[in-house]
């Protein structure tokens, strides 16, 4: 089987290439995406190799990118949209919410909206205003959509193209903060045996304590893990990998393992995603639980200055100090 080190960014193209080459109705369009190959150039190349009908620079107006998308949709194309930045999303998100994600019941399933958006998502880069925005529980909440992300090279080839693949509205959210990383990955994985698109994964056992996290923020888990690994505490961390139907099997199996869980995302606290996981495993998980599940996240302010965001992100030593305190119930 073909193996490859690529970053997370050059993995998301390979992906995007791949589904381009499988079926001729996929379309990918979004500001610049062309012949620039989009700002952090994850649609590099595309545009030479399959031409300006498939890989399609749009104006600047995301309501007008999405609504486009729509209607390609129902005419049986599978259109991939770029949302430049996460903060720029919201001019769409009329279109996403009142026609993406009701299409299909207000059709009473004879119409499916087999479409991906693409949005990164997520700080850490140094950027200004409107460019380091967490707006996935805004999704996650409209039924109707599916709402995914990947954390490492391999999660991002393989689930772009099932995203593609899916007859569902997905918003596909990749975390910016990581396009450089690199990983192996596997080019020959066919779709159907891969791992599930709405699946979550343990990426790292462990016994004392669970961490759960998604996309950016997989990293930062992983990192703490490594460092408690030294005090002689092995914390277990899930990678949720779909927000939207969440998959919490694997996080009911640990909890009752480990007796203790750290939710942690890049997201302001208040009606985040941790908010939602806690209270589910605090009723399916109850008296397993020697202590709260407690969240790790963003504060509940707009994002800040760059110059000040690395403290408003959450990192290993918030992690490791929440783990500290689920051990002091």
């Known amino acids: 089987m073909a193996t490859e080190t690529l970053t997370l960014g050059k993995a998301l193209n390979t992906g995007l290439r791949?589904?381009?080459?499988?079926?001729?109705?996929?379309?990918?369009?979004?500001e610049d995406v062309g012949k620039l190959g989009g700002v952090f150039r994850i649609t590099d190349g595309l545009q030479k190799d399959f031409g300006d009908q498939r890989v399609i620079d749009t104006p600047l107006a995301e309501s007008g990118i999405i609504g486009t998308a729509v209607g390609l949709a129902i005419r049986g194309f599978r259109p991939i949209c770029e949302i430049q930045f996460d903060g720029f999303v919201y001019p769409a998100y009329d279109q996403i919410v009142s026609q993406v994600a009701k299409m299909h019941y207000r059709s009473q399933g004879k119409v499916t909206i087999p479409m991906v958006i693409r949005i990164p998502y997520g700080g850490g880069i140094g950027a200004v205003e409107h460019h380091s925005e967490s707006p996935?529980?805004?999704?996650?909440?409209?039924?109707?959509l599916k709402v995914?992300?990947?954390?490492?090279?391999?999660d991002a080839y393989v689930m772009i193209q099932q995203a593609v693949a899916s007859d569902d509205p997905i918003v596909f959210l990749e975390p910016k903060r990581r396009y450089w990383e690199k990983g192996p990955v596997e080019l020959d994985v066919p779709l159907s045996g891969a791992y599930p698109l709405h699946a979550a994964r343990v990426v790292r056992p462990g016994t004392d304590a669970t961490v759960l996290a998604y996309g950016p923020m997989v990293r930062t888990a992983l990192d703490a893990a490594t460092a408690a690994a030294e005090d002689g505490r092995e914390l277990e961390v899930v990678d949720l990998r779909t927000l939207s139907p969440l998959d919490l099997t694997a996080v009911y199996e640990s909890v009752r393992r480990t007796g203790r869980c750290v939710v942690v995302h890049e997201a302001p606290g208040n009606l985040g995603l941790g908010s939602e996981i806690a209270a589910r495993i605090t009723e399916e998980c109850f008296y397993s639980l020697e202590s709260p599940v407690l969240r790790v996240t963003g504060f509940d302010t707009p994002y800040p200055a760059s110059r000040?965001?690395?403290?408003?992100?959450?990192?290993?030593?918030?992690?490791l100090d929440a783990v500290d305190r689920t051990f002091g119930w």
């Open 18 to 30: 791949r589904a381009l080459e499988n079926d001729p109705k996929v379309v990918i369009m979004g």
């Open 136 to 144: 996935e529980a805004y999704f996650a909440h409209t039924a109707g």
């Open 308 to 319: 000040v965001e690395e403290e408003y992100l959450p990192d290993l030593d918030r992690v």
């Open 148 to 154: 995914v992300t990947c954390a490492n090279p391999q």
